[in-house]
């Protein structure tokens, strides 16, 4: 064989494992990693439609799907006989999910009240008002009046940190107003923010298996923080399953938070959902609509972490592994399979919460009782994007109640299994605490 013939052999050899190595998967670093909130559902973007971008790599199909769910999220329902936008009301708390969730975020103004009876309801659940049932509508359509309204105020209380700073908490006192004779004297009651839904899709593919580990962990570290599942009545699937979504985790898969929230937000009846005896069953929105709403919450992307190698943001990380907030607020999950989105299948992501209930102690209890979940019980929110959400919502509260105006006010609420962690951060330096606060900002 020639020279010539050798040396084109051996470039041809070369190129074959140049190609050969650039198809082998790229690992992933940990740094990378730290950035990739979402997995595969990560997306680069930190401007106000943060929490609004559709996960990377959608077919054809599925990008349609998801613009008639976007389209169907923003909407403003009406009452009228509508084929797209109608069955609003009578009674409602608002005519559009965006309203509550603003940007997929939350709303600043926008509070609703969960309400029931002392006592089990139908399969463990909150027991329902008669004439009322478990959330005060505080809207309704032209001939008929609201359930009432909720009065919010204020009373200050200061809490010392080492070092000497004071920070003042805002203590609320919630009630119901106008509610009229039919809303009971021992009613309980819940004001509840709306919670962001980007990253829903992950959470809907976390298996029960996985929670279930999570709290057996928990429960033999020996520690305070001992959390559980609750279980729920999926009315869908006619029996109890592991909750997911909602302050108690009290919806067990995403779809039916969106069923839920069609109906009991805003008076919309959706196919196959159950009434009252003598009541008029007919959808009054199309499956198409509720199936595409759902996917378009399942293929929300997850904005990447940022500044992840800044000295500061690092430090903050090791203060808050250190003094135990990661135990509840987890920095990473792995997701199962995902019939419906297959990219958010068997991703390891980063959501920091575990999906469990945790006793937050009585300075945050509502009294409220939801299936398993006690009265001082809630599920550990995620606290991916929270750096983006005063940017993407225009304003900063925290907690179920949006008691809280800051991150720091937000800690500082913490009782409970959670005290010690509290103490802890209240017993930090100065510098200390800006870092973990800093690390709270970069996710």
Not at 38 to 46: E, F, I, K, P
Not at 90 to 117: K, W
Not at 181 to 193: C, E, W
Request: glycine share 10%; charged share 20%; hydrophobic share 35%.
């Amino acid at each position: 064989m020639s020279r010539t013939l050798l040396l084109l052999a051996g470039t041809a050899l070369v190129l074959l494992l140049l190609v050969f190595w650039l198809s082998l998967p790229t690992p992933v670093t940990e740094a990378a990693r730290a950035v990739r909130a979402g997995g595969d559902l990560t997306v680069d973007t930190a401007t106000t439609d943060a929490f609004a971008v559709a996960a990377p790599g959608l077919a054809p199909s599925q990008k349609q799907r998801f613009a008639i769910g976007r389209d169907a999220f923003n909407a403003t329902f009406v009452p009228a006989d509508d084929a797209a936008r109608g069955g609003l009301g009578p009674r409602f708390n608002s005519a559009s999910c965006e309203s509550c969730h603003l940007r997929n975020g939350r709303s600043s103004h926008q509070l609703v009240l969960h309400v029931s009876l002392p006592g089990a309801g139908p399969h463990g659940g909150p027991r329902p008002i008669p004439g009322v049932g478990t959330q005060l509508q505080n809207q309704a359509v032209s001939g008929f009046e609201p359930e009432g309204r909720i009065d919010r105020s204020y009373r200050d209380s200061t809490v010392s940190l080492a070092g000497g700073e004071r920070v003042t908490l805002r203590v609320p006192r919630m009630s119901v107003a106008n509610a009229g004779r039919r809303f009971p004297h021992n009613a309980q009651i819940s004001p509840r923010a709306a919670l962001p839904v980007f990253g829903m899709g992950l959470l809907d593919a976390v298996s029960d298996t996985t929670l279930q580990a999570i709290a057996r962990r928990q429960a033999a570290d020996g520690d305070s923080i001992s959390g559980r599942p609750n279980h729920v009545w999926n009315p869908a699937t006619g029996r109890m399953e592991t909750g997911r979504f909602g302050w108690k985790a009290t919806q067990a898969t995403l779809r039916q938070q969106t069923v839920d929230a069609f109906h009991v937000d805003m008076g919309i009846t959706p196919p196959g959902h159950p009434v009252p005896d003598g009541a008029d069953d007919a959808p009054e929105i199309s499956r198409r609509i509720v199936d595409a709403t759902t996917f378009y919450t399942r293929s929300l992307a997850v904005p990447a972490r940022r500044h992840t190698n800044r000295e500061r943001v690092r430090r903050g990380r090791e203060v808050f592994e250190r003094i135990g907030c990661a135990t509840c607020h987890r920095p990473t999950m792995t997701s199962g399979p995902s019939p419906e989105l297959s990219a958010a299948a068997h991703q390891t992501f980063s959501p920091f919460t575990d999906l469990l209930l945790h006793d937050m102690g009585p300075a945050l209890a509502d009294g409220r009782p939801a299936f398993e979940a006690s009265g001082s019980e809630w599920r550990t929110p995620p606290l991916w994007g929270l750096g983006l959400r005063e940017r993407v919502q225009g304003h900063s509260e925290y907690l179920h109640d949006g008691r809280a105006r800051t991150l720091l006010e937000a800690i500082l609420w913490h009782g409970g299994e959670a005290r010690p962690t509290r103490e802890r951060f209240r017993d930090l330096s100065e510098a200390d605490r800006g870092a973990l606060l800093r690390f709270l900002r970069s996710l």
